[in-house]
């Protein structure tokens, strides 16, 4: 008998919170993907899940922290075992504070460089790890405005944010040769998300008139950078709303 999970794909998003990760989760979802998604609290992820399955998708939610490397060895072995092949990892932790460098603490500059840059690498080595062997598949990395310059009160996200973009720039030419295409995203402006509308009132404002970007939107770049063709890949896309300055 044929095994009708053969030809069965997952994704793994890693930091799959309520807005942006979450409307990739989706997106893929609706392609048939089985959504695998993870956070330090699996509890949170109950609401997304949810949706997912309401709209006739399959989604699994972890616990996970993306430092541990224990964690990451967990899960990736976990999804490939009783899941279905990992055929697109995201990894779209954010970590952004904001702290003058007088007051970054060492264990914060340390706790946002593991959350915005290790954790990244041990997803990417670890997808990699699966991959490679299959010589198909697509990693993608979300990045900021900080991955490409720093800014005052930045020290800490810029600095993990420079190294995940680097990160990036060494799987891609490493690991292209080998069928996986890996992409960098620099999503640069306010997305529409609780913490803009509460925070930022006048900036959440602007979404009336598309100034603000948003996450399905976002999520639809994901997908179609997966679709590309190989010899046509894009390595790093920039998002960002008309109102951006740049």
């Known amino acids: 008998m ?4 053969a030809n069965k794909k997952s994704v793994l998003v890693v930091g ?7 409307a990739i989760a989706r997106r893929f979802a609706r392609e048939g993907y089985a959504a695998c998604v993870t956070r330090r609290n699996a509890d949170k992820l109950v609401p997304l899940v949810q949706r997912i399955r309401a709209e006739g998708g399959e989604a699994h939610a972890f616990a996970s922290d993306a430092r541990l490397e224990a964690d990451m060895l967990t899960l990736v ?3 490939e075992r009783d899941i279905a092949p990992i055929d697109v990892a ?5 970590a952004n504070v904001r702290f003058s460098v007088t007051d970054t603490t060492e264990r914060v500059y340390r706790k946002v460089w593991e959350m915005g840059a290790l954790a990244g690498f041990l997803m990417g080595r ?3 790890k699966v991959m490679i062997p299959r010589g198909r598949g697509t990693i993608i990395f979300t990045g900021a405005t900080a991955s490409l310059r720093g800014s005052a009160g930045f020290s800490a996200f810029a600095g993990a944010k420079h190294a995940l973009r680097a990160l990036a720039q ?3 030419r490493e690991l292209a040769p080998q069928g996986i295409h890996v992409a960098h995203i620099v999503i640069d402006g306010a997305i529409d998300t609780a913490f803009i509308a509460e925070n930022f009132p006048d900036r959440y404002a602007l979404k009336a008139t598309d100034g603000i970007l948003n996450v399905d939107a976002i999520a639809e ?3 179609q950078l997966h679709q590309q063709h190989r010899s046509a890949w894009t390595h790093e896309l920039d998002l960002r709303p008309w109102t951006e300055k740049w």
């Open 221 to 223: 770049n994901y997908w």
């Open 16 to 22: 799959a919170g309520d807005a942006t990760g979450g």
């Open 170 to 172: 060494s799987l891609a």
């Open 90 to 94: 995201v990894f779209n932790i954010g």
């Open 77 to 79: 072995s976990g999804i």
């Open 2 to 5: 044929l095994d009708p999970t």
């Open 126 to 128: 670890e997808v990699a």
